[in-house]
């Protein structure tokens, strides 16, 4: 996976963006240093060949901090003990990209490929990691040795067609075939590549021209095919060493058999090795640099009004953490939607107000992004932006603003205290204090720096790094993206013509060169996967527990509502669901019920303007989300449940007060402000044309899943529907606004009603009776109406739909309903899912070169999909063998273990208080009991390979429906245009 800039998005949901890695206050949790875990480990003692330079308990982070240097290599090794039962494993090496070829980037799938331990590698802008974890000892070490076999003794003898596969080669089978480039990596990239990717590869082009942030580490399409095999052993072999290597250990683990175990079977055989590895930094600029480029639109797009514009900032040090996390304070000040700043921006008129754009490398950078705007409004972005920064810090920032951002960022760190994924957080801020010379121990103590921030806020602390970061850095940058009309069909027509002159240069004998390894390669890829013994992916099925977790549930009731009780510890926050039923809503004004959601919190109410709002929301709660959802009853295949589902999480003592605002937003809400709902509409057509072009995955496998589905239509309807339904109010608000208007406020009527509803309350058990004493205040503001409830009544016919992005590959997926084929749900469905991933990722990404196919089984569906694919209908043929393959899946009992460990894997993934609140609220709304999910759960540990293959009638009907949906790029999709009934362009 590639890691490059992070894009933060202003919020168009009520909810707030977390910026920076928070880490957790101090508090007695569950990841405590347990009483009695022995720690004897002195400073200066040499364990196994490492040698203890630092330990320290850190508070911060309820955990003992030790720093470790092997002696006879110079690796350095963190470790952060606690009792978390899950321990886990990584090691990074310092990868220095030299050039666009992604050397480092293919390096890292080639090194993964056959590893079956759990963990996602991923390349940086200047390091590769790899991790793994497990909760059990024994399966630790195996999956630790896996990745260590694999980053310092891999398999050779394969590596050029690895390195064919994994990164790139040609594909040609005859002389008179044309020449390609196929490769998963160059795939990968190609999908990356949309106009947001192409905006952060030009960002930092413009801040790192001399310095190896200007290369794209992960590589660009034009670049990869330069790579040779021999500079790919080279590099691999100058920066996989120990000498160049950090390893992270995490998690209550025995840490001199863990040390004893990565020295004696590893490093120990290994040798020092000295070079020049140093990560250089830029000259800050003595002005601003202004750079333009462009971005492709597939043919018939409009370009007015399409380009975007980035300021940037870069500063001087990553390790200087207060200022950091001060910045990062600032980022959420600054585009927080009441804030001036963002006020002045968004109501220029000068574009969309998109949000920031980020990475924290050795010099950190921040930008400033307007999308929908125009070239010619450079300059007056750029008068703009400077001009309500100067006016900030001669004004100073409006005190409660600054009240609700500390609020909202020390709540955020209760919840991160609680965070499942915790341990990659740490992970990465320990290794960036070894890629950036930072401190080890200083980087967790957050709370300190936390108190300083506090008491320097009142005296203008965020107003100076607006004076010293932003309006007196020179080291910074105006980024011009502006679209280009066919600019992607340019790019493939130049690369079919570079590579037909190329094969036109080849003598006979070098061309059938290629061809010959080509069908070398193809030969070497059949037999690989044919022969490949895969080890046994997690610990023996006997292991495994057999009961499910019983979250714990009192049903009360009040004044006909039920209210869910979930007594979880959750340090002290307490998190509240409201599941309001909006059956009551008719068809034709579904559309405005999530708009309204989409609304509701952005704007003025009776009590207060829309500022006073947005700071009260983030002084009193984490921020309020409110959405339009629907549940599948767990036993019918037809019925569900729409719903509104509000939700919050605050402090005890702030409880009544977030009630209050409650009350505001669903019950006192001003909707007729013309100004604002057009301003409204923009953001969030923008917000999804953004997500869209970053990552179709979702609005395919909604798309196509609502084919056969009654409930999924209406999932859907957030979807692709609800944007094409934004963009024409966009497009005709001015006519339209009084209606839009009308429909708003008759939907805000019906939507919040009594009846039906369901109020979740998730938190500590001696915290219920304050809640039920705050929400029986919080009732008597909520109404009932005598509505009809509406039956919906969707189009139920097939539908084969092209849809055209600016995208270099496709997203494609087949998918069908099995209960309305009268399939039941079963727990062996989810090994199903597995056996089928495992099929597809072998026949679309080794074989095919995408970067992703697998297999999505829900309660009800069954979805094929692929994921950054160059091929169409070749990958559709993939899906349309799945029932063939099945009736010839064949599997030993070792072998059907790993695909029952899988799918246990996903049910047994831990989850936080929030979501076990959750999850028990979705069986209770659906009518699933605890029996059912203990039976699902016998299921998948009984599932057979004769069960496997009883799936195979089922998947062939589901496939005989030829539910087809494909989002990609403009030629490839209309090249096929026989596969679809309809081919539109979605942007």
Same mark, same amino acid.
């Given at each position: ?527 690989? /996967? @044919?022969? +490949?013994?895969?080890?046994? *992916?997690? %610990?023996?099925? =006997?292991?495994? !527990? &057999? ?103 605050? /402090? @005890?003592? +702030?409880?009544?007060?977030? *009630?209050? %605002?409650?009350? =505001?937003?669903? !019950? &006192? ?106 929400? +029986? ?211």
């Amino acid at each position: 996976m590639k890691r490059k800039l992070k894009l933060f998005l202003v919020a168009i949901l009520v909810t707030v963006c977390f910026l920076g890695s928070i880490q957790p206050l101090v508090n007695n949790t569950s990841i405590a240093l347990a009483e009695g875990i022995k720690d004897e480990l002195k400073i200066s003692q040499v364990y196994s060949g490492f040698k203890l330079m630092k330990k320290e308990h850190i508070e911060d982070i309820d955990s003992t901090v030790f720093e470790f240097e092997h002696e006879k290599t110079g690796a350095k090794l963190a470790c952060i003990k606690n009792s978390d039962k899950r321990k886990v494993f990584g090691i990074a090496f310092k990868t220095l990209p030299k050039d666009d070829t992604g050397v480092n980037h293919i390096i890292e799938h080639v090194v993964a490929n056959g590893v079956n331990a759990i963990g996602n590698p991923y390349t940086g802008s200047d390091f590769t990691q790899y991790f793994t974890f497990s909760d059990k000892e024994d399966e630790f070490r195996r999956n630790m040795g896996e990745y260590l076999d694999a980053v310092f003794f891999p398999n050779i003898n394969d590596g050029e067609m690895l390195f064919m596969q994994e990164g790139w080669r040609y594909e040609i089978d005859s002389p008179e075939k044309e020449l390609n480039v196929n490769g998963i990596v160059y795939n990968e990239m190609k999908g990356r590549y949309s106009p947001t990717g192409k905006l952060c590869e030009v960002v930092d082009k413009s801040l790192f021209p001399n310095t190896i942030y200007r290369f794209d580490s992960g590589g660009n399409p034009v670049d990869i095919p330069k790579l040779t095999y021999e500079e790919f052993l080279k590099t691999y072999n100058k920066n996989y060493t120990p000498s160049n290597s950090f390893i992270y250990l995490y998690g209550n683990m025995d840490i001199e058999k863990t040390l004893e175990f990565i020295n004696n079977g590893y490093l120990s055989k290994l040798k020092k090795i000295d070079f020049d590895n140093k990560i250089y930094k830029e000259k800050p600029f003595d002005k601003m640099k202004v750079v333009e480029d462009y971005y492709s639109l597939p043919m018939g797009s409009s370009v007015e009004d399409g380009t975007y514009l980035s300021i940037n900032y870069a500063f001087d040090k990553n390790t200087d953490y207060e200022t950091n996390m001060g910045l990062d304070m600032l980022e959420m000040l600054l585009h927080s939607n009441s804030s001036p700043f963002y006020k002045k921006v968004s109501q220029s008129g000068i574009g969309n107000f998109l949000g920031t754009v980020g990475d924290d490398i050795q010099q950190p950078m921040r930008g400033i992004i307007i999308s929908n705007s125009n070239e010619r409004k450079k300059e007056e972005f750029l008068k703009i932006v400077n001009e309500s920064l100067n006016d900030i810090v001669k004004n100073g920032f409006d005190k409660e603003l600054i009240n609700s951002v500390l609020n909202s960022y020390e709540l955020s760190i209760r919840k991160d205290n609680l965070s499942e994924e915790r341990w990659r957080d740490y992970m990465d801020k320990a290794r960036n204090t070894w890629l950036y010379g930072g401190d080890l121990m200083e980087c967790f103590k957050v709370n300190s720096q936390i108190e300083k921030i506090k008491g320097k806020a009142d005296d203008g602390y965020f107003e100076k790094l607006i004076q010293k970061y932003m309006l007196n850095n020179n080291y910074s940058s105006l980024v011009v993206l502006k679209p280009k009309l066919g600019l992607e069909e340019e790019t493939v027509k130049k690369l079919n013509d570079e590579l037909a002159r190329y094969k036109a240069s080849l003598s006979k004998e070098e061309l059938n060169a290629i061809i010959n390894k080509n069908k070398e390669f193809k030969k070497w890829q059949e037999d690989s /996967l @044919k022969l +490949k013994k895969e080890k046994s *992916f997690e %610990i023996s099925l =006997e292991d495994r !527990n &057999k009961k499910v977790e019983e979250i714990p549930i009192n049903i009360k009731e009040i004044e006909g509502m039920k209210i869910l009780n979930h007594p979880i510890y959750t340090n002290g926050i307490q998190y509240v669901d409201l599941y309001y039923d909006t059956t009551k809503v008719p068809q034709d004004k579904l559309m405005y019920l999530i708009l309204l959601t989409k609304m509701l919190g952005n704007v003025d109410t009776e009590n207060y303007n829309y500022t006073q709002l947005n700071n009260a929301i983030y002084t009193y709660t984490d921020g309020v989300s409110i959405e339009a959802i629907a549940l599948e009853d767990s036993k019918s295949k037809d019925n569900f449940y729409p719903k509104v589902l509000i939700s919050f999480n605050t /402090l @005890k003592h +702030k409880l009544d007060n977030a *009630f209050d %605002i409650l009350n =505001e937003i669903t !019950n &006192k809400s001003k909707l007729d402000d013309k100004d604002n709902l057009r301003n409204q509409i923009q953001r969030i057509k923008t917000k999804i044309q953004f997500d869209i072009e970053s990552d179709p995955f979702y609005y395919l496998s909604s798309q196509v899943s609502s084919y056969d589905s009654q409930c999924e239509k209406y999932r859907n309807l957030n979807y692709i529907p609800f944007y094409q339904f934004i963009c024409d109010l966009d497009k005709n608000f001015d006519k339209n606004s009084d209606e839009i208007i009308k429909n708003l406020e008759e939907v805000k009527n019906m939507a919040f009603d009594k009846n039906n509803l369901i109020v979740s309350f998730t938190g500590d058990k001696t915290d219920y009776n304050d809640f039920e004493k705050s929400f +029986k205040s919080f009732k008597n503001n909520i109404k009932a109406n005598n509505l009809s409830i509406q039956k919906y009544e969707f189009d139920d016919s097939t539908k084969n739909e092209g849809f055209i992005i600016p995208s270099k590959v496709q997203y494609i997926a087949k998918a069908g309903n099995f209960k309305k084929l009268g399939y039941e749900n079963s727990g062996k469905l989810a090994v199903l899912e597995k056996v089928l991933s495992r099929y597809l990722s072998k026949e679309i990404r080794i074989k095919g070169g995408a970067y992703g196919g697998n297999a999505m089984i829900t309660d009800s569906s069954v979805m094929l999909y692929s994921y950054r694919d160059p091929n169409l209908k070749e990958t559709i043929e993939v899906f349309n063998g799945a029932g063939n393959y099945l009736r010839n899946f064949t599997a030993d009992e070792e072998k059907m273990a790993e695909y029952i460990n899988r799918a246990l894997f996903i049910v047994d993934y831990p989850r936080e208080p929030i979501y076990k609140g959750s999850d028990s609220d979705d069986m209770y709304i659906t009518g699933k009991t605890q029996e059912d999910i203990q039976r699902y759960r016998d299921e998948i540990l009984s599932t057979t390979a004769e069960d496997i293959r009883g799936y195979a009638d089922m998947i062939d009907e589901i496939l005989k429906q030829n539910n087809i949906c494909v989002i990609g790029e403009e030629t490839k999709i209309k090249s096929e245009k026989s596969l679809f009934n309809t081919i539109k362009n979605l942007l």
